[in-house]
């Protein structure tokens, strides 16, 4: 059984990501931020980013998404809500300890858990 983040789930159309920074919600837990819209299909699709002008070594971005990716990879309820999710590293020190950005992620996955328990 492979442990990776599935092609499908990955958030890539432009459209999709475009609708989401512009309808979507969004709320902060220091040093992440949850961009989310209620997706119409019942497929979920997550997109992870790490700004270029926060990160200018590229090994630093990708260090920073392949936490938020294993964070995420850990909650599977998440896979089930009908949801597209874009979660931003906004840190603009030295990338934080893996940690302090995992216990932020598990802070707001519970925070967007709690928003679907309410529906």
Do not use: C, W
Not at 27 to 33: E, M, S
Not at 64 to 78: D, N, P, S
Not at 83 to 112: F, M, P, V, W
């Amino acid at each position: 059984m492979s442990t990776k983040l599935p092609k499908q789930a990955k958030l890539k159309s432009d459209k999709q990501i475009t609708l989401l920074f512009k309808e979507g919600k969004s709320f902060t837990t220091y040093p992440l931020r949850f961009h989310y819209i209620i997706n119409d299909n019942l497929d979920s699709k997550i997109l992870f980013s790490a700004p270029k002008r926060l990160f200018k070594k590229a090994v630093d971005r990708n260090r920073a998404k392949r936490i938020l990716r294993e964070g995420y990879r850990k909650h599977e309820r998440f896979k089930e809500y009908p949801i597209h999710l874009a979660i931003s590293y906004l840190a603009t020190s030295n990338l934080e300890q893996s940690d302090k950005i995992t216990a932020a992620l598990n802070k707001g996955l519970r925070q967007l858990d709690s928003h679907f328990e309410v529906r």
